[in-house]
């Protein structure tokens, strides 16, 4: 194998490195939206839980104060008997005025069952709203689901095929170099090949010394670039174009 297949087994061979690094990334971001979105479900049902229970709340304050207006009419009417039977003067204003105060009580009372009333709507209404709310996400969630299992397993296919790909160029390459790529690999950011062009290295942008250079351009042994020590190779030599592949 020329020195230039071992260059392009090496490219080929990062270009899939970082596609399998991609997809692993992209398959986590699924599970995580899905998550997310559970999370979302359950604090609406707690809120939606915590607002049944407050309208709960304001439908017995409306039932005590009904019973309230009952027994203040149970009182007044016990009033207007107590009247027909009184013979002093002082006596009959005394029953009068507790007759007004229990009227102007109920009077009081009746314009509290108003506002309760009013409040226990408006409360229901909350209620609804929360429900669709609910209802509307739960929607969204399924959709989203499905959406997020089917890209997962379009991303496990490209992921399944990537592997047999790497497989192949693993044992195309010779151990040492595939061990040498790794190791930068690991140290250099997921980089561990860069092309030099205009004597410049891609990926760290200095400048090749003409020396260096010119040995890169004989092509006769591995080299590195002497500031990032990436594996270098010169990219203007149209041996390496895109679409050329040894495998
Ligand atoms: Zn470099």
């Known amino acids: ?37 559970m999370g979302e479900i359950k604090a609406n049902e707690d809120r939606l839980r915590e607002m049944a229970n407050q309208v709960e709340s304001c439908k017995k304050d409306r039932r005590k104060t009904e019973q309230e207006v009952q027994e203040l009419d149970a009182r007044i009417e016990k009033s207007h008997v107590k009247l027909s039977n009184i013979k002093s003067n002082k006596e009959y204003t005394a029953a009068l005025k507790e007759i007004d105060d229990l009227k102007r009580l109920k009077f009081n009372t009746e314009d509290k069952i108003i506002h309760v009333m009013e409040k226990c709507e408006e409360m229901d209404r909350g209620v609804n709203t929360q429900k669709q709310l609910t209802q509307e996400l739960l929607i969204r969630f399924e959709r989203d689901k499905k959406e997020i299992e089917s890209e997962l397993s379009l991303l496990d296919q490209d992921l399944k095929g990537l592997e047999q790909k790497r497989d192949d160029l693993v044992k195309a390459l010779d151990q040492d170099l595939c061990k040498r790529y790794l190791f930068l690999r690991e140290r250099r950011g997921g980089m561990a090949v860069s092309a030099v062009i205009g004597g410049v290295c891609q990926t760290c942008h200095m400048g090749i010394p003409p020396q260096k250079f010119n040995e890169l351009l004989k092509g006769d042994a591995i080299m590195n670039c002497p500031n990032c020590h990436r594996i270098i190779y010169w990219g203007e030599d149209k041996d390496f174009g895109a679409s050329q592949e040894v495998i």
């Open 1 to 37: 194998m020329t020195l230039k297949d071992k260059i392009k087994l090496l490219t080929q061979l990062q270009e899939c490195d970082n596609r399998i690094q991609d997809i692993l990334r992209r398959k986590e971001i699924g599970p995580q939206r899905i998550q997310a979105l």
